[in-house]
Every structure is written in C-alpha cells, then in structure tokens.
C-alpha cells in the first residue's frame, strides 16, 4: 500500500474528522482541528495515498523537551499496512533528537495499539482510572524516553 506523510493542513480536516468519528467515542471537532493547525507547541501529519486521501493521522503537542501524542488514528480498510508505524516513526524520531520523552494515553483494552507502542520503545508508565467516557475505560500511560547527551 502506497502513502506519504505529509503535514495536515485544511483540506484534510473533513477526512480527518470522518476518522475520527470512525475511531473515537469522543471524536474532536472541526475547530479543534483548526486550532491544532495554528498552535506552534503542535505537529499534525498525515498518511494519504496518491490520490490524496488521508489513511491515517498523527497529532503531537511538545512543551518545552516533553512531548504529548493526541492522537493516532488509520483507516480500517488500511490497518495492518505499517500507516499508524510510520507515523509513530516520525515523532519518534524527532522526539530522539529534540526530546527528553512521548508519552500519550491509550485505552487499557486496544492491545494492537499497546502493541504497536511497545515495539517502538514504549513502557507503561502508569494507569489513569475511568479516563476514557463511551465506555468507561482505564487509559494506559506510556512513555517512550530518549537519552539526552549531557552538556
């Protein structure tokens, strides 16, 4: 399967907003996908194929060396094809050269995410009771840490 990740910009908000509805109970909205775009602490990519559809996205939020993954979503008809890896790479390897950790939240009962995030360096990090509203679910903190060079 052939993508690219590029930056979101506007014209992928209507996509990304049917993703969303497809993969979260509690789904974000048109403006806060706008404020996203205009907010210099973040970073949102996409996955789209080459005829400009978006397969899957990736939003991160970073204060100061901390970086803070929103969301990673990808089509169904397009999971198990690396899309959710090679965004996850992406911060992955910014958050290498540029970050002291990621750390993000995912539901206590998405084993192919927790498995997804362990491969790449991810540890539990701790356990946020009835996080998750539509249903009521424990989210599972994990935390990636990058070794820093000492100055």
């Given at each position: 399967?052939?993508?690219?990740?590029?930056?979101?910009?506007?014209?992928?908000?209507?996509?990304?907003?049917?993703?969303?509805?497809a993969c979260f109970?509690?789904?974000?909205?048109?403006?806060?996908?706008?404020?996203?775009?205009?907010?210099?602490?973040?970073?949102?990519?996409?996955?789209?194929?080459?005829?400009?559809?978006?397969?899957?996205?990736?939003?991160?939020?970073?204060?100061?060396?901390?970086?803070?993954?929103?969301?990673?979503?990808?089509?169904?008809?397009?999971?198990?094809?690396?899309?959710?890896?090679?965004?996850?790479?992406?911060?992955?390897?910014?958050?290498?050269?540029?970050?002291?950790?990621?750390?993000?939240?995912?539901?206590?009962?998405?084993?192919?995410?927790?498995?997804?995030?362990?491969?790449?360096?991810?540890?539990?990090?701790?356990?946020?009771?009835?996080?998750?509203?539509?249903?009521?679910?424990?989210?599972?903190?994990?935390?990636?840490?990058?070794?820093?060079?000492?100055?």
């Amino acid at each position: 399967m052939y993508y690219e990740i590029v930056p979101m910009d506007r014209s992928h908000i209507p996509q990304i907003l049917t993703l969303e509805q497809a993969c979260f109970s509690t789904p974000w909205t048109a403006t806060m996908l706008t404020d996203a775009l205009f907010d210099p602490q973040a970073s949102f990519i996409v996955a789209e194929d080459e005829e400009g559809n978006v397969l899957g996205y990736a939003g991160l939020h970073v204060v100061v060396d901390e970086g803070y993954i929103d969301n990673i979503a990808v089509e169904p008809d397009a999971r198990r094809h690396g899309v959710a890896s090679a965004l996850l790479d992406v911060y992955c390897r910014f958050g290498g050269a540029n970050l002291a950790f990621l750390t993000l939240e995912v539901r206590s009962s998405n084993a192919p995410a927790i498995a997804l995030y362990e491969k790449h360096g991810f540890q539990r990090a701790g356990l946020r009771p009835g996080y998750y509203q539509h249903p009521r679910e424990d989210a599972v903190i994990m935390t990636r840490e990058f070794a820093r060079a000492e100055e």
